[in-house]
């Protein structure tokens, strides 16, 4: 394995490993309780240079908001610390000392310190369910929201041109998985941009529009009250979006979604708002360092600090912290921006020797969640409101929120224009790179089908794939080391055989956008692989 080359490193008294609402609100009052020596003490960390306003993301996606205008640069929200953009490639708590990748054409950076605050959030796993990695799109940043407003501002524009029943029926079918906040409110959002889109594209009619929800639960956003979820059932069903409750997504391909009870939903748009998981390198300090974590958050005590670990502290989506009243607090942005204040606060006592640290004692405002339609249902210091009056209330807190007065000016500008005029649907949409992939198939999953469109050269890796005809007869079957699909990619873009897992398979994935830039760069290996092609798909290991 290949060792990158180290910089000479830097050293601070207090570095901040995380960009998000803890890290960035923990920097804000170190900053401010140290003053002018702040800077040469303290380091802020993150993968971005950006710090993204989550709350706003499903309004991006629903071309309600520019998304420059729910970013903030960290640089300037964190004046006085400094800031440092890359990946933590390995953190040492013995040495106390971290390995900085600031990109490709750098060496890689050690950083030392005395104190470490971990606020790295989470990740999205999707490998659980097959297929879900290669065909669904995410809401985590900024990028994933621009991808999805693209691709459904692309179906329209596809939709516009066919007039087949069962292929218009699945791009305007637009499924969404997971009914808390982050899925009820992408729903909503979505059937706003396509009701208000809708009379630009004549030749689509009303009832060709779907927007369907699937959640796990018995009710939806579980995170407050059932009667606030129980209400936004009624309205959002009360729009059209078709609600399955109590049922999980067991595998995908790039036309279906296929449910735990069998059923099968037929769509080429699946959002899925699901699979959070720690952070990898929480998870790996968990295991080399012995952190105590609960799910893989590490458990603080009530000062923030980890428990035997003086110098090493937690807050955010990746800490569990203790909740008066028993429990701990819920992973949110109300919470962590608190966390994150506080922590700044005892890191700063720390460093001039005190040990009055302050306990985090804060239980919560209460919770919004706007379903769309100028509607939301909200739940404030244990009082519930609902519809427009919530609506206007999301608004106004998430507004009073975002950081930066500039921000705030254009998000209310945003907004204004959005009551008077359509939703833009200039398709203007950047190429995203995929890159390798592991995909986990169980028995008896499907990769894809035959006619469907296809995305990726497949390698298997491990198990068997079995390629069917459209009688179900096994056509070929394939194992570790073969490989299949490039007479797809180079040809018509279209699967002849349905592939099948005979078995416990995971296969790599590479995306039809690197197979045409090999193709473009190595004409040796054009001309070998457009010779291979010409053999049938079900003729040797190597189709």
Known sequence: ?????????????????????????????????????????????????????????????????????????????????????????????????????????????????????????????????????????????????????????????????????????????FVVVGGGYSGVETAGQLLDLADDVRDLYPRIARENLRVVLIHSGTHLLPEISEQLGRYCEEKLRGRGVEIVLGARV??????????????????????????NAPHPLIVKLSTDAGLANEKGRLITEATLRLPGHPRIWAAGDCAAVPQAGGGTCPPTGQFAMRQGTLLGRNLAKALTGGEDFESFTFKGLGSLAAIGHRTAVAEIMGVKFSGFFAWWMWRSIYLSKLPGLDRKLRVVIDWTLDLFFPRD??????????????????????????????FSFYVVKSG??????????????????????RRALLGNRRWSLTAIAAEATTLIALSARVLDAIMRTSAPLRERLLKLTAKPEDEGPAA
Do not use: W
């Not at 065909?135 to 007039?163: P, Q, T």
């Open 425 to 454: 649907i200039a398709l203007v949409a950047p190429r995203y790179t995929q890159p390798l992939e592991d995909i986990h198939l169980e028995a008896g999953d499907a990769l894809f089908h035959a006619g469907e469109p296809a």
């Open 250 to 275: 067991t595998s995908m391909t790039a036309s279906k979604v296929t449910l735990g009870d069998g059923r099968v939903i037929e769509s080429h748009t699946v959002v899925s708002t699901v699979g």
């Open 1 to 173: 394995m290949h060792t990158p080359m180290l910089e000479s490193s830097f050293q601070f008294d207090v570095v901040i490993a995380g960009g998000g609402f803890a890290g960035i609100n923990c920097a804000q009052a170190l900053a401010k309780a140290l003053g002018r020596d702040s800077e040469r003490r303290v380091a802020l960390i993150s993968e971005t240079n950006y710090m993204l306003f989550q709350p706003m993301l499903a309004e991006v996606a629903g071309s309600a908001l520019s998304p420059r205008h729910i970013v903030n640069p960290i640089r300037a929200l964190c004046r006085g610390v400094t800031v440092f953009r890359g990946s933590i490639e390995a953190i040492d708590l013995t040495a106390r000392q971290l390995e900085l990748s600031a990109g490709d054409f750098t060496p890689n950076v050690r950083i030392t310190f005395e104190h470490l605050a971990l606020a790295l959030g989470g990740v999205v796993d999707l490998s659980r369910v097959p297929g879900m990695p290669e065909h669904a799109f995410l809401m985590k940043n900024v990028g994933d929201a621009m991808k999805l407003r693209a691709a459904l501002l692309d179906r329209f524009e596809e939709a516009n041109l066919i007039a087949d029943k069962s292929i218009l029926d699945r791009l305007l079918t």
């Open 464 to 485: 068997r794939i079995e390629l069917r005809n459209a009688s179900g007869a096994v056509v070929r079957t394939l194992g570790p080391g073969d490989h299949f699909g």
